[in-house]
């Protein structure tokens, strides 16, 4: 069974920083792009950051540029994303998400559609 589940969520105050977990299991890892999601209240579930484990190339949406960054751990099946200097509007569920890729497509994209899979998703509070 393909299985993603989330952790390292919680209360941070503004300027603060997190450091969520993605650990997948049931599939080939390799095969796969990686990706972060978050959703805020009465907001759509928006694309933060992907990995592509076939060739680490990633993504990141404009908000976050520059404060989070991605990484992967194929020998613990495991998906990283840091986050710094997070600001109110970072707050939301975060999901990590499984997209099957081949060596031929290897590059992550941040839509919704494109990914197959989904944990549970980890709250990210930050206050100001």
């Known amino acids: 069974e393909v299985q993603l589940v989330e952790s390292g969520g919680g209360f941070v105050q503004a300027g603060g920083s997190l450091r969520l977990s993605c650990a997948a299991s049931g599939f080939s890892f390799d095969e796969y792009a990686i990706g972060w999601f978050r959703q805020a209240p009465g907001k759509e579930r928006e694309g933060v950051s992907c990995?592509?484990?076939?060739?680490?190339?990633?993504n990141h949406a404009d908000s976050v540029k520059g404060r989070f960054t991605i990484s992967s751990d194929s020998a613990k099946n495991t998906v990283y994303v840091q986050m710094n200097s997070l600001k109110p509007e970072d707050t939301a569920v975060y999901f990590c998400?499984?997209?099957?890729?081949?060596?031929?497509?290897?590059?992550?994209?941040?839509?919704?559609?494109?990914?197959?899979?989904w944990g549970q998703g980890t709250q990210v509070t930050v206050s100001s």
């Open positions: 998400a499984a997209a099957y890729k081949s060596i031929g497509l290897p590059d992550c994209g941040l839509q919704v559609y494109e990914y197959d899979f």
């Open positions: 990995i592509s484990s076939v060739d680490d190339s990633t």
